[in-house]
């Protein structure tokens, strides 16, 4: 069983940056691909990116390429999500999930076995 704790969210202005934190406790984190997913008012939930148990490799949706990055502290059993040059249509509940799957590029929810609770993210214009 792994528990996952997503922080770091909150309210920033379009063009503002956020990190994103999720902690995982429980079974060992690092043998875990990272996930992180979105839901925006009434839209499903949606991929974002993706980084592999060792860090590395990594996978972006396009809407979001050059402005995120995705990492992780391995040791210290910490996700990360660096977003940077926000925009409005970033506004939504952001998820962290873990997975053992090695299907890269796990962009799929069903691939996933663990999921944090969420953490807002609103961007205004």
């Known amino acids: 069983q792994v528990q996952l704790v997503e922080s770091g969210g909150g309210l920033v202005q379009a063009g503002g940056s956020l990190r994103l934190s999720c902690a995982a406790s429980g079974r060992t984190f690092s043998s875990y691909a990272m996930g992180w997913f979105r839901r925006a008012p009434g839209k499903e939930r949606e991929f974002v990116a993706v980084i592999t148990w060792s860090g590395g490799n990594t996978y972006y949706v396009d809407s979001v390429k050059g402005r995120f990055t995705i990492a992780r502290d391995i040791a210290g059993n910490t996700g990360y999500l660096q977003m940077n040059s926000l925009k409005p249509e970033d506004t939504a509940v952001y998820y962290c999930?873990?997975?053992?799957?090695?299907?890269?590029?796990?962009?799929?929810?069903?691939?996933?076995?663990?999921w944090g609770q969420g953490t807002q993210v609103t961007v205004s214009s």
């Open positions: 999930a873990a997975t053992r799957n090695v299907r890269f590029p796990l962009t799929t929810p069903r691939q996933y076995d663990y």
